[in-house]
């Protein structure tokens, strides 16, 4: 899905600076705490994080009280070793020790009491990785989960998708798949059990709010190449570009987009970044730097100060009429470009309070194919905001009828944000 986490939220790149997977993480949520195996396998899950910033442990005291943390240790074993025998003894059914092994890391990262951290199997990783490329097997949403009550919503339906097929609807929470309850679950794992081999189908079971009512159906699994970037003329020289999701594919698809539009004597453009959940950060800089003077697009800021500057240069800039149009479901990446336009004032933001999605999150391999991902960072507008749990206010508010925030599309004249993005960029054309 967002499957792109589509049931893709939201994902950064590997450390090693691969910023081709460099993601500014979507909304991820882990809950699952704790597992346990033999004692050699507890070894090798409590070792990888033994030792943090400093000499101190992860587990115990910090560095020079030596002895207080080796008994720390020595009690903690005795209590996993304590756990693993009863579960020997006594547990009714056959134990999965790969997967008790898996959840000793997928603990670990949860216990950070950070909701966009987590621990990727080597699967999870590979869908991970498949997503920025902007094709995968799946059936065709996007969706985002909640930080404080982890529901998946749906938040967008692909047109001519396996997902608008089957009769799912944007606003719809995933409540299970294949009948297995997945509302406490993080949404990659929900992804993955989504996903499948092409012609298959999978079981979904949805709470539709609008209805007060549950809906299930089966949906079939199909190869669905994402198209990240639509656009059209809307009449009177003014262009429209949607853009979905920043994946691998949306820097070239909006560059051809925007050359089109300005073969047809453009006079002014709306971007739509509406329901756009983020997604590679190198693909929002690229836009960004064609849009935008010569400056800072985005900077991050780590625990120690340090971080990194993403410039515009001269070479390309935007000089017409521009709106660009935001909602809650605007997060991360999306946030960037908006910030930045915003900053440098050369267009009308047009809609509602963004997300608020101001942190960064790497994600580093580890050896055995299976990786991490932590935040590392947080990130700041041009004129130096965070706009983390805060959001990105519009210059021109506008709230869509209750009746059709559910709609998956919507028609030009339904759309009372567009209508006044497009009258924001008519009033700049005079």
């Known amino acids: 899905m967002e499957e792109n986490k589509k049931l893709e939220e939201p994902y950064s790149g590997p450390e090693e600076k691969d910023k081709k997977t460099d993601r500014f993480g979507k909304g991820m949520l882990t809950g699952i705490v704790i597992s346990v195996l033999t004692m050699g396998c507890l070894v090798l899950g409590w070792n990888v994080f033994q030792r943090i910033e400093n000499g101190g442990s992860l587990f115990g005291a910090g560095g020079g009280q030596a002895e207080e943390t080796m008994a720390a240790a020595e009690n903690r074993d005795s209590k996993i070793e304590r756990i693993e025998t009863l579960i020997r003894q006594r547990f009714l059914y056959d134990v999965d020790t790969d997967e008790l092994e898996e959840y000793i890391y ?100 949805c709470y539709r709010p609008d209805t007060e009512e549950y809906v299930e159906m089966d949906v079939e699994r199909r190869s669905v190449e994402m198209d990240t970037v639509t656009s059209e003329m809307l009449g009177d020289q003014i262009g429209y570009i949607q853009i979905t999701s920043f994946d691998g594919v949306t820097a070239d698809q909006f560059k051809d987009a925007l050359s089109e539009l300005e073969s047809q004597n453009l006079a002014g453009l709306v971007i739509d970044l509406r329901d756009n959940l983020g997604g590679l950060v190198d693909s929002v800089v690229e836009i960004a730097d064609w849009m935008l003077p010569e400056g800072t697009i985005v900077y991050t800021e780590d625990k120690n100060g340090e971080g990194e500057s993403y410039e515009s240069d001269e070479e390309h800039q935007f000089t017409k009429p521009l709106a660009v149009l935001v909602n809650g479901y605007s997060a991360s990446a999306s946030e960037i470009f908006a910030g930045a336009i915003k900053a440098y004032g050369t267009g009308t933001l047009v809609g509602t309070k963004t997300f608020g999605k101001g942190i960064v999150q790497n994600i580093i391999p580890l050896e055995d194919g299976s990786a991490v991902k932590m935040t590392v960072s947080r990130y700041f507008t041009p004129d130096g905001i965070c706009i983390h749990e805060e959001g990105i206010e519009p210059d021109l508010e506008v709230e869509l009828p209750e009746e059709l925030e559910s709609k998956a599309v919507l028609t030009q004249e339904e759309d009372v944000q567009l209508q006044e993005a497009i009258k924001a960029v008519e009033e700049k054309i005079g």
């Open 106 to 205: 997928k603990g670990i990262m949860a216990g950070l009491g950070d909701p966009y951290s987590a621990y990727y199997t080597e699967e999870e990783f590979a869908d991970v990785m498949e997503d920025t490329e902007g094709v995968y097997y799946g059936i065709g949403v996007q969706a985002t989960q909640s930080y404080d009550t982890m529901e998946s919503t749906i938040v967008q339906v692909y047109e001519n998708s396996p997902a608008e097929e089957a009769g799912l609807k944007k606003g719809d929470i995933i409540c299970e798949v294949n009948g297995e309850n997945v509302q406490s679950q993080d949404l990659n794992e929900i992804v993955s059990k989504i996903k499948g081999e092409e012609g298959t189908t999978v079981h979904l079971k």
